[in-house]
């Protein structure tokens, strides 16, 4: 059996190492333990997952907070921290991050057009920015298993108001296939074997 070439990975329609950045948003205490759409723990794997494979692949990743600075707000969960090292995350008042200078900047500044979105709550701060980047011309991929509402039905909602007005929904698993697509690439091959099978029920 054969591959086909490599297609072009910047201006591939699916998702590529070279054509994606990452996007998470509001990954702090209380914002997961108010999530009642899926279990946090589950949730807070995933979405481990999901910054894993944006290290191993590469990914820009823009980070944003809320009411840290104020004072009103815990920083990002650790998880996610150990994680992403060095990753800056760019805090803000406002509950949509798009109304943000420096979170649009940041985005803008990676050069990506797809943009692989996170964020709690559903409801809010993942909806929010999507409709606006997909207004601004962006292809917008929630990963649906790593995010959560405040109830199933909020977060139902959301998702469903999103991919109305275009966004592309995902799942983790899907999104890791995606960037790998081929286990012949070798330089990654082994490192996602690992990340996806390390969660539980997968």
């Known amino acids: 059996m054969t591959s086909q070439p490599i297609r072009d990975p910047a201006t591939d329609h699916l998702l590529t190492p070279e054509n994606s950045a990452l996007i998470?948003?509001?990954?702090?205490?209380?914002q997961v333990t108010s999530v009642a759409s899926m279990d946090r723990r589950a949730m807070v794997a995933n979405i481990s997952a999901v910054a894993k494979l944006a290290r191993?692949?590469?990914?820009?990743?823009?980070?944003?907070?809320?009411?840290?600075?104020t004072g009103k707000n815990a920083p990002t969960i650790h998880q996610l921290?150990?994680?992403?090292?060095?990753?800056?995350?760019?805090?803000?008042?406002?509950?949509?991050?798009?109304?943000?200078?420096?979170?649009?900047a940041a985005v803008k500044a990676t050069g990506r057009k797809k943009l692989i979105m996170t964020a709690l709550w559903t409801e809010a701060c993942l909806a929010f920015p999507t409709l606006d980047a997909l207004r601004d011309g962006y292809d917008v991929y929630p990963v649906v298993?790593?995010?959560?509402?405040?109830?199933?039905?909020?977060?139902?909602?959301?998702l469903e108001r999103v991919a109305q007005a275009g966004a592309k929904l995902t799942s983790w698993v899907q999104m890791a296939c995606e960037l790998q697509r081929d286990w012949v690439r070798a330089d990654t091959s082994a490192t996602f074997a690992e990340i996806l099978f390390a969660v539980e029920g997968h």
């Not at 921290?81 to 979170?103: H, K, M, P, S, Y």
């Open 81 to 104: 921290q150990d994680i992403l090292g060095g990753v800056e995350a760019l805090d803000r008042t406002t509950i949509n991050a798009w109304e943000d200078q420096e979170f649009v």
């Open 145 to 158: 298993d790593a995010v959560g509402g405040t109830s199933l039905e909020a977060h139902r909602a959301a």
């Open 56 to 69: 191993l692949f590469k990914l820009p990743v823009v980070l944003s907070t809320v009411n840290v600075k």
């Open 24 to 30: 998470i948003i509001d990954y702090q205490p209380v």
